[in-house]
Every structure is written in C-alpha cells, then in structure tokens.
C-alpha cells in the first residue's frame, strides 16, 4: 500500500512523515523544495511537485493508494484538482485535514472554506476519512520572536478559553486512518485536554522557561491581526482571522473532545509537554522554522 503526503515540510505533516517512517509504511512526499524536506526521514520517497502547478500531480499520484490532503491558503483550486488527480489515479482513500470551524452556528468564513472542500471530497466518491483539529499548539510559535526579544505578548481574545492540540497527536491519528481499517466515513474532531485562554498559555510559556512574559490584555483583534501580519494580510484572510478571534473571545466555555485518546489509546499530549520539546523556539537567538 502506497501513501502520498501532501504539505509535508509543515508542522502536521512533518510529524506525520515521522509516524509513516517509524511505521515502515511505503510513502512518498509531495514537495516543492527538496531542501526543505532534507532533515525528514530517509524513508520518505520525496516526489517535486508543486499545488500550483497540476501537471505535476498524476506523477505524484502514480500508484497511490492512500492520500493525506493538506492545502493550504483559502482557495479551493488545490483540493478540487488534487482530488480530481486522485480520482483519475485511482486513489482508495483520502484522509482529509479540515477544521473544527465547519462546525460553526453560524458557520465562520474558515468554516465556509473547508465545508467546501470536504463537499469537494465527498462528492468525489473516493471514501474519506475527514480530521478537524482545533486550535494547533504550534501557534504559539507566532510570539515566539517577541518572547525572545522580551516584548510584550498581545491577547486578542481574553476570557475565551480553547482546547489546543499538538500537531503530533494530529499527525499520529492521521497515521491511524492512512494505514488501518475502519475509519472510512469518520469524521474525527481532535482537540487537547486541556483548556485555556491566551493568558493561561503564555503563563505554561513562562514556567517553562523560567522567567515572566508579560501579557498585554487590552489587545483588540485589530491589533493581533496586524501583528501576525505586519505587512498586511489578503483583505478576506485577515477578516477571517479577526472573525475567528472575535468569537474565540465570547466562548469563554471552549469546546473539547477525547477523539485523540479514544484512537491512539493514550492521553492527548499537554501544552506543558508541547513546551518542553519546543523550549529553544523561545530562547534568545534561536531562529523558528517558517512553515
């Protein structure tokens, strides 16, 4: 059984190259720069090919029995041609990275994106197996320059609380669907175990590098959104984003889910554990990978 792997230089997909190697699964990756690839295991048959350029997707899919689907950006050009590839291919399976937000009342513009493209894999016929994490642990990487440097951490959300999860619970469950029986026709919501507000994260940050990083509360969404993106954003991509921050501020309930113990059989990894692996991000001098 041959897996394909889309967006493998990425934080999911980086740990899920990991998985399928330690696995002994036959897999290839879907790269647009080797080089990028380099420090991922020998094990994975890297395969050039660029999302935005669909004449190299047939090469890709030669074979393939199984495909892990993670597009980036806002588009769906990417997954209607990739899964309209897979199809011609005759691809077995899909297992499609979603988002949490497709279950939004009302639905958010995030959500709106990837309803579509999983509409675009259900009506493809291909049996599919559908992840939608929530909120990545690796986000916290977006403060990490300003830790190092000493700044000031800005909160755009305050009171409202979430459930982040690792990439590499992610990952490990998308191992699960892409290599074992019965998870066609699942559509799995993965979360942490624990919740928190920005402020809460930022004081797990502090213990574990053992100094105080200040907060500032009074950041508006406005301002979060220009300081993720200070050369401006796409005009769609940052309302979606000051969307998604301003209903993350009135849930101060959150919402958590125990699929990731329920599949892998052990407890979803802490964002204390998180830390722990990633505490160098945070330190003076260390420059973070751009994924």
Request: proline share 6%; aromatic share 6%; charged share 25%.
């Amino acid at each position: 059984m041959m897996i394909l792997v889309t967006g493998a230089t990425g934080n999911i997909g980086r740990e899920l190259v990991r998985e399928l190697a330690a696995e002994e699964a036959e897999f290839r990756i879907f790269v647009r720069d080797p080089r990028r690839a380099a420090d991922l295991p020998e094990r994975a048959h890297r395969v050039v090919g660029d999302l935005d350029d669909p004449s190299t997707y047939a090469a890709a899919l030669d074979g393939v029995d199984r495909l892990f689907l993670l597009v980036p950006g806002i588009g769906l050009d990417h997954t209607r041609d990739m899964v309209a590839a897979a199809r011609a291919a005759g691809v077995g399976l899909i297992v499609l990275l979603s988002s949490y937000n497709v279950m939004g009342d009302p639905l958010p513009a995030m959500g709106r994106w990837h309803h579509e493209r999983e509409t675009i894999v259900r009506d493809s016929g291909i049996p599919n197996t559908i992840l939608r994490p929530g909120g990545l642990m690796t986000n916290a990487l977006e403060w990490a320059q300003v830790i190092r440097t000493g700044g000031v951490v800005d909160d755009p959300t305050g009171p409202g609380r979430y459930a982040p999860v690792d990439p590499a619970d992610i990952a490990a469950v998308a191992a699960v669907a892409l290599t074992e029986d019965g998870h066609q026709g699942k559509e799995y919501c993965l979360t942490g175990d624990e919740m928190f507000t920005i402020a809460e994260q930022i004081a797990v940050v502090a213990a574990a590098i053992g100094r105080d990083i200040e907060v500032r509360e009074a950041a508006t969404p406005e301002q979060a959104v220009a300081s993720r993106y200070p050369n401006g954003a796409p005009p769609a991509l940052a309302d979606a984003i000051l969307e998604g921050f301003t209903l993350m501020r009135r849930d101060t309930t959150g919402f958590r889910t125990d699929t990731v113990e329920c599949i892998l059989r052990r407890p979803a990894h802490t964002f204390a554990d998180w830390c722990t692996r990633n505490i160098d991000a945070f330190r003076p001098d260390h420059a973070v990978r751009n994924t």
